[in-house]
């Protein structure tokens, strides 16, 4: 949800990556979630670090609170937010649950990505 959201905010051409230690599938709620914003990631997939072109990039942010995060050695600027796992909530709650992280994500990315108001 990170990307799709930050791939929102920023211009064209800007690189954005989302990388996991574990990488699974792309969760069927966090499309909705982002859908309902506008925000279309229905044709994104998960990926592990080895997709992130590390040479250019300024700024890590973590978000996982209960997985381990990868660790980045290169230069860039590291933030860590530990967001709770949508996907572990239980299935009552679930969509409430992305709702909220997205939630989070929207109010969090702009001030990393200098867009904030």
């Known amino acids: 949800m990170a990307e799709g959201i930050a791939l ?17 599938t792309l969760h069927p709620l966090a499309v909705q979630a ?5 925000i279309d990631i229905s044709r994104h997939a998960a990926k592990g670090m080895e997709a992130v072109p590390g040479a250019r990039v300024e700024a890590v942010v973590s978000v ?20 709770p796992d949508p996907a572990a909530a239980p299935e009552s709650e679930r969509l409430a649950a992305f709702r909220e ?17």
């Open 8 to 24: 929102s905010l920023v211009p064209v051409g800007v690189g954005v990556w989302s990388a996991g230690s574990r990488p699974g």
């Open 34 to 38: 982002l859908s309902e914003i506008g």
């Open 64 to 83: 996982g609170a209960e997985e381990v995060c990868p660790v980045w050695l290169g230069s860039a600027l590291r933030v860590h937010w530990g967001l």
């Open 101 to 117: 992280v997205r939630d989070e994500l929207v109010r969090r990315l702009p001030f990393l990505l200098g867009e904030a108001p």
